[in-house]
């Protein structure tokens, strides 16, 4: 998550990107494309309304008017692309942002590494993913599945590691699922573990849809897709009427916050599960603590996940005359905040595990340990 820059560093800021890259990137009218990404966040943003209140209305309309009037003499892309990330920082939210699309990245890497270096005070990013996707037996107790991202292309492999260990999981009485560094993707990537995680009925909730054309064509491209199934035809056709309908405001198109889920076919087996998380467990990731933890045998360690869970579903809008900045919004947000909110907090662990130890020898003491004291004290 970027922090506010002060005015001194953003003024630096500019001067040097605008000198760094202005031989390079591509000019642009930065005044239409701040214009455009205020327009969308304030229309589309589904945590536009909870974001921007009475209590800080004054400090995002100082900010506003602020970037506004340097987008006037910024005229290349990297400085002004600096600019909308810095009214984006403003919500504190990863899910909504501006960034390159992939292709523009890989034909510009350079560049675009130096442009981080600035964005990121110098500091060198290096990927989320520092771990691959993996199952591993640590013990004749325990077994270790390492989970480092739930995009859609992972699933198959998941899948494929959940089913070539099946016999092995149902025997092992402790499975550690390790989701530090995950930062998301798809929730339907991790739906073969659940088996194995269940326990007893879970408590989800749904989103409400932010009304807006922008989210209608985002149901009517679903509803355009090949081979979408009658069933799925029906939601999106009866989705896009409600939004069309209600014209402003938010729609619930289940007409309830909660849900109760029961699985029919689960394992016994494995009886411990330990997750570990980080500050970058987030997204869909936290949507699986979030079932997951209300197990009666998953106990979580490690660290708060990142807290980007309220607001998702987003949309990629280009901005004008720039198709290859990226600016994504999430245009639902959870029933979740008529209750609690996760938002830039996220989800505490059950047991802290301090940063400078292993977390896998951790868990294992303190399994142990927690054996030891339920045989003396049955």
Not at 73 to 95: E, M
Not at 364 to 374: E, N, P
């Amino acid at each position: 998550m970027l922090s506010r820059f002060t005015s001194v560093m953003l003024t630096f800021l500019f001067i040097m990107a605008g000198k760094a890259f202005a031989q390079k990137a591509e000019n642009c009218n930065c005044t239409d494309i701040m214009r455009f990404v205020q327009q969308k966040v304030e229309t589309v943003y589904a945590g536009f309304p909870n974001k921007v209140t009475a209590a800080n209305k004054k400090e995002y309309d100082l900010l506003l008017k602020m970037l506004i009037k340097q987008s006037s003499a910024i005229h290349n892309v990297d400085s002004c692309y600096l600019l909308t990330r810095q009214y984006t920082a403003f919500f504190k939210d990863a899910h909504v942002r501006t960034q390159y699309n992939w292709e523009y990245v890989r034909q510009h890497r350079e560049r675009i590494d130096s442009l981080k270096k600035v964005m990121y005070n110098g500091k060198v990013l290096t990927s989320h993913i520092t771990n691959s996707t993996a199952f591993k037996q640590i013990d004749d107790s325990t077994v270790l599945l390492t989970l480092p991202s739930f995009e859609q292309k992972y699933k198959a492999i998941i899948d494929s590691l959940v089913k070539s260990n099946v016999e092995l999981l149902k025997a092992t009485p402790h499975l550690i699922v390790d989701l530090r560094n995950n930062d998301g993707g798809y929730d339907m990537t991790y739906a073969s573990l659940m088996p194995f995680i269940y326990s007893n009925p879970f408590v989800v909730y749904y989103r409400e849809v932010r009304v807006s054309p922008d989210a209608i064509a985002l149901y009517k491209e679903a509803l355009g897709k090949p081979d979408i199934g009658d069933q799925m035809k029906a939601f999106f056709d009866r989705a896009i009427a409600l939004l069309e309908e209600r014209k402003a405001g938010f729609v619930n198109f289940a007409g309830k916050c909660t849900d109760t889920i029961k699985m029919e076919l689960f394992f016994s087996r494995p009886e411990r599960v330990s997750i570990i998380t980080d500050r970058a467990t987030g997204s869909s990731a936290e949507n699986f603590v979030s079932m997951a933890r209300q197990s009666k045998r998953v106990t979580v360690f490690g660290d708060n996940t990142r807290g980007v869970v309220d607001y998702g579903d987003v949309v990629w809008l280009n901005p004008p005359g720039c198709p290859f900045m990226e600016l994504v919004i999430p245009t639902q947000r959870s029933c979740r905040l008529s209750e609690a909110t996760v938002d830039s907090i996220g989800f505490p662990p059950d047991v802290r595990i301090p940063a400078d130890v292993d977390a896998y020898q951790y868990i294992l003491d303190w399994v142990t340990k927690q054996s030891v004291r339920s045989k003396i004290n049955p």
